[in-house]
C-alpha cells in the first residue's frame, strides 16, 4: 500500500529539463525517421512507373525526374495539344509532361517549340540538334513494337496504314514481302519497324486500324534489349569500337582439390 | 464607424491578386495569353522574364540535378522579389492554398471547433523539420521530393493544367485544417511556408506596431494565422521580424487604433521605448 502511494508520488514529480530535452529530441528523431521512410517510399512508388512516352528531347528518365520542374511549359508550348502534365489519380510521376499517341501522338514540328521553353533542361535542346539546327528526326521519345498476333498484315490481309503514316515513310517501317503459302498466289507485306530511324512519335500507333493499336510506342528501355559488350559484330568496324567499353575484368573459378568420386558421391550418405 | 472596405482593404486585395494571378496562369495555357506562362514552380513573364521556385531549385539541388541558368536567373528572380516584399507574402497573397485554409480557418471560428479543443497539439516548427527533411529525401531519392507531393503545385497545377483528383488534395487539407489543427497546413507543415518564413527574416516591408496607439483589445492576435509573431503587442514598439509573418495585413486592418501598419523594417534598437 506504502509502496503504491510512493509510487504514484513518484509519478506526479516534473520531469527534469534533462530528461524532457533528451525525450523531445528522441521524439523529433523519431518522427522525421518514420516521415522519412513514409516520404521515400511514396516517392520511389511513384516514379517505378516506366511506362511513361516523355516529349521529344527528354533526358534520361532517372535523370528526366531529378530536373523537371513540372511547370508545364512544354505542354502549353505544344500547338496539338499531345503533351499533357500528369494529374493526381493518372498514375504517372506527378506533375511531369507525357503523351499518349493513341489519343494524339506527336506530329513532329520541325521547330520543336516544347523544347526551347524547357527552363531547366529536362528537355535537352542539344538532343535534338543536328548541325546547330532543330531536328526533331533526331528526337527519341520511344520505340514502336508491332504486336504480329494481332496485326493484319502479318494475317496476310493488305494493310499499311502505319507505313503510310510514318513521317519518316519508308525508313522507320519498312515492308517485307514474302509469300502467303496459305493461298500460294498471294503476298504478305510485313510492316517492320527500323528500331534505329524509328524516333517513337506515335503516328503509327494513332493510325493502327485495329480495335487496339498493335503497332504501339514504348520507351526505348522498355522495348529493347542489351547485348552487353561480350557480343560484338566481328564483321562490322563501328561495332567493334565497343569493345573500347569492354571491361578487362576476368573472372576466375576456384578449383576444388577434392577428387571428383568425392563430389559426384556428396550428400549420398542418407541413400 | 469603420467602413467595409477599411476592415477587409487587404483581404480584398489579397483575394484579387490570388484569383487574378490564377485567372492570368490559366489564360496562359488556355487561351496563349503571354503574360503568365507556366505556373508556380516555373514561368514567364510576358515570354521573357523566368521565375523559378526557389525551393524546388534548391531541391533539386540536393538531388544532384544540373541547374541550368534559366533556372538559377528565375530562382533568383524570385528570391529577390520576396526579401523586397516579405517572405512569406507568397504564402497570403499568391498562393491558392491560402484560400482552401483560411475557408477551413473561416468556418472553424464560426462552428467553435477552437472552443472544442482548447490546446494546439503541434509545434509550428514542424515545417523547418520538413523542410530539412525533404531536401535529405532530395538527396537520398535524388529527386526533388516535396515537389512529388506538394499539394501547393497540386492545387496550382490542377487549376492551369487540370485538376484529376487534385480535389481530393484540396478537400484533405481542408478538413485537417478544419478538424484537426488550427492553421495546420500553412502554419506547421508546410515547408515552402517554412522556407519563405526563413527568407522572411531578412525581407524589407513588414508590419510595424506602435504601442502608444494600442488599447490592448487583442483583435489583432485573434484574427492573425500566426499569432506568435505578435508577441510585442501592447509592449514594444516594433517591427514584426519574425520570418512567419505572412504580410497577409488582417491585423492591420482589423486595428481601430492605428497600431498596426505596414513600413520599411525597422532595426529592432531604434524603436525601443528607451532609444528613442
Known amino acids: 500500500m506504502s509502496e503504491n502511494k510512493h509510487n504514484m508520488a513518484k509519478k506526479r514529480e516534473p520531469l527534469s529539463d534533462r530528461r524532457k530535452f533528451i525525450l523531445n529530441m528522441a521524439r523529433g528523431v523519431g518522427l522525421a525517421t518514420m516521415g522519412g521512410f513514409i516520404w521515400s517510399a511514396y516517392v520511389d512508388e511513384v516514379r517505378a512507373s516506366s511506362l511513361t512516352l516523355r516529349p521529344p528531347g527528354a533526358l534520361k528518365e532517372s535523370d528526366f525526374l531529378k530536373t523537371c520542374i513540372k511547370c508545364g511549359l512544354c505542354v502549353e508550348a505544344c500547338p496539338y495539344d499531345t503533351l499533357l502534365l500528369a494529374k493526381p489519380g493518372d498514375n504517372k510521376p506527378i506533375g511531369t509532361p507525357y503523351f499518349v499517341p493513341r489519343e494524339i501522338p506527336c506530329y513532329m514540328c520541325t521547330d520543336i517549340p516544347c523544347v526551347p521553353v524547357c527552363p531547366t533542361g529536362a528537355l535537352n535542346e542539344a538532343s535534338v540538334t543536328t548541325n546547330e539546327v532543330l531536328d526533331i528526326n533526331a528526337a527519341d521519345m520511344g520505340v514502336a513494337v508491332i504486336d504480329a498476333n494481332s496485326c493484319i498484315a502479318f494475317w496476310g490481309i493488305q494493310c499499311d496504314a502505319c507505313y503510310r503514316a510514318c513521317p519518316l515513310l519508308g525508313e522507320a517501317i519498312t515492308i517485307e514481302y514474302s509469300k502467303n503459302e496459305r493461298t500460294g498466289k498471294h503476298a504478305y507485306m510485313k510492316p517492320v519497324v527500323q528500331s534505329d530511324v524509328c524516333t517513337g512519335c506515335g503516328m503509327c500507333e494513332k493510325a493502327c486500324v485495329t480495335e487496339k493499336a498493335s503497332i504501339f510506342v514504348l520507351p526505348r528501355e522498355v522495348a529493347q534489349g542489351r547485348a552487353g559488350n561480350h557480343y560484338i559484330k566481328g564483321w562490322e568496324k563501328e561495332d567493334e569500337k565497343r569493345l573500347e567499353n569492354a571491361t578487362s575484368e576476368t573472372t576466375t573459378t576456384e578449383l576444388s582439390k577434392d577428387s571428383a568420386l568425392d563430389s559426384l558421391n556428396d550428400g549420398l550418405e542418407g541413400y | ?276
Not at chain 2, 476592415?7 to 495569353?33: E, P
Not at chain 2, 503574360?35 to 516555373?42: A, K, P, Q, T, Y
Request: with cysteine.
Open chain 2, 1 to 276: 464607424m469603420k467602413t467595409l472596405w477599411n476592415s477587409y482593404r487587404y483581404l480584398i486585395l489579397r483575394r484579387f491578386t490570388q484569383i487574378s494571378l490564377l485567372v492570368l496562369y490559366f489564360g496562359g495555357n488556355a487561351w496563349g495569353w503571354s503574360v503568365l506562362r507556366g505556373n508556380l514552380s516555373s514561368s514567364r513573364i510576358f515570354d521573357f522574364i523566368p521565375m523559378s521556385d526557389p525551393y524546388a531549385a534548391l531541391q533539386m539541388l540536393a538531388a544532384g540535378a544540373l541547374l541550368s541558368v534559366d533556372l538559377l536567373i528565375g530562382a533568383a528572380v524570385v528570391t529577390l522579389f520576396y526579401l523586397l516584399i516579405g517572405g512569406r507574402a507568397f504564402c497570403s497573397w499568391v498562393c491558392p492554398v491560402n484560400m482552401i485554409t483560411d475557408a477551413a480557418n473561416f468556418l472553424r471560428t464560426k462552428i467553435e471547433i477552437n472552443r472544442l479543443q482548447g490546446k494546439q497539439p503541434a509545434s509550428r516548427d514542424m515545417r523547418y523539420w520538413i523542410f530539412a527533411l525533404s531536401l535529405v529525401i532530395s538527396f537520398a531519392m535524388g529527386i526533388a521530393a516535396f515537389e512529388f507531393i506538394s499539394p501547393i503545385s497540386m492545387v496550382h497545377r490542377g487549376i492551369v493544367f487540370g485538376l484529376g483528383f487534385g480535389w481530393a488534395a484540396m478537400l484533405i487539407i481542408f478538413l485537417f485544417d478544419l478538424f484537426v489543427l488550427k492553421n495546420g497546413w500553412c502554419g506547421h507543415i508546410c515547408p515552402l511556408g517554412g522556407f519563405y518564413s526563413l527568407l522572411g527574416k531578412f525581407s524589407l516591408i513588414r508590419v510595424l506596431h506602435s504601442e502608444e496607439n494600442c488599447t490592448l483589445c487583442m483583435k489583432c492576435k485573434d484574427v492573425c494565422p500566426e499569432h506568435q509573431v505578435l508577441h510585442m503587442i501592447g509592449k514594444e514598439s516594433l517591427s514584426v521580424t519574425s520570418g512567419e509573418c505572412t504580410n497577409c495585413g488582417r491585423c492591420v486592418e482589423v486595428c481601430d487604433d492605428d497600431a498596426l501598419g505596414f513600413s520599411i523594417r525597422k532595426p529592432a534598437q531604434i524603436n525601443k521605448k528607451t532609444g528613442e
